[in-house]
Nanobody, 122 residues
């Protein structure tokens, strides 16, 4: 099993930046991909970004491309989502997940963190 703990959410104004962290523990060898998803009230969980845990290769949703960057530090088993130029429509609970495969859809992720709230005011 993999345990994931997110941190770094908060309330910010439009145009601000935040960095989310996701620290993994447990069966780390099962992690091929770490991904970030978000879920706004009344909406489905949507893909935001993912990173290949070994190579560092990344993929982003079109809605965040150019504003969000995902990185990882293998030494401390932590993935990061650097969010710049935040917009009110970025408001959601952000979840990190781990998957044993390359995946852009939530169903392929085996483990999830508890989520962290990001609220962007206009």
């Amino acid at each position: 099993q993999v345990q994931l703990v997110e941190s770094g959410g908060g309330l910010v104004k439009a145009g601000a930046s935040l960095r989310l962290s996701c620290t993994a523990s447990g069966d780390l060898y099962s992690i091929y991909t770490m991904g970030w998803f978000r879920q706004a009230p009344g909406k489905e969980r949507e893909f935001v970004a993912r990173i290949d845990w070994s190579s560092g290769s990344t993929t982003y949703a079109d809605s965040v491309k150019g504003r969000f960057t995902m990185s990882r530090d293998n030494n401390i088993h932590t993935g990061y989502l650097h969010m710049n130029n935040l917009k009110p429509e970025d408001t959601a609970v952000y979840y990190c997940g781990s998957s044993p495969i390359v995946a852009l859809f939530a169903g392929a992720y085996s483990y999830w963190g508890q989520g962290t709230q990001v609220t962007v005011s206009s």
